[in-house]
């Protein structure tokens, strides 16, 4: 199964207030992954908030990922650009390779897939479709 998990999320607020209504925050994750992709990510996202927490419906966050590890034996680097969306069910992305950022084994790498989970399972599944 193709999964990753959070292993570490800082998120602070930037603009707006908790309780006032839309605001914007910035998160800072790690993740590790296994399946097609074997290794360990930085996230950096933008999070809208319609309202307070996910009950005001559906929010978005634009985000870039680093991966570092292995996609089918072949190692090094690469960065996806994700658009996340969530509410109090769960998450769900789609994302691309960054064209270019590929590099050692990675280098030339093209790609793109879909995320998804449920808020607060320690499991997120993704598909990942790429060619070198």
């Given at each position: 199964?193709?999964?990753?998990?959070?292993?570490?999320?800082?998120?602070?607020?930037?603009?707006?207030?908790?309780?006032?209504?839309p605001?914007?925050?910035y998160?800072?994750?790690l993740?590790?992954?296994?399946?097609?992709?074997?290794?360990?990510?930085?996230c950096?996202?933008?999070?809208?908030?319609?309202?307070?927490?996910?009950?005001?419906?559906?929010?978005?966050?634009?985000?870039?990922?680093?991966?570092?590890?292995?996609?089918?034996?072949?190692?090094?680097?690469?960065?996806?650009?994700?658009?996340?969306?969530?509410?109090?069910?769960?998450?769900?992305?789609?994302?691309?390779?960054?064209?270019?950022?590929?590099?050692g084994?990675?280098?030339?790498?093209?790609?793109?897939?879909?995320?998804?989970?449920?808020?607060g399972?320690?499991?997120?599944?993704?598909?990942?479709?790429?060619a070198?």
């Amino acid at each position: 199964m193709n999964a990753f998990t959070t292993k570490n999320w800082e998120e602070k607020i930037v603009s707006g207030t908790e309780g006032s209504g839309p605001r914007v925050a910035y998160a800072h994750a790690l993740f590790a992954y296994s399946g097609v992709l074997e290794g360990e990510s930085t996230c950096d996202l933008l999070l809208y908030y319609a309202g307070e927490g996910y009950e005001s419906g559906e929010t978005t966050s634009p985000s870039f990922e680093r991966f570092e590890g292995k996609v089918e034996g072949r190692e090094g680097t690469f960065v996806i650009r994700h658009e996340y969306t969530f509410d109090a069910k769960g998450i769900a992305s789609t994302f691309t390779v960054v064209p270019g950022s590929g590099t050692g084994e990675l280098a030339g790498l093209t790609g793109s897939g879909t995320a998804g989970g449920t808020i607060g399972e320690d499991k997120v599944g993704y598909t990942f479709e790429y060619a070198f």
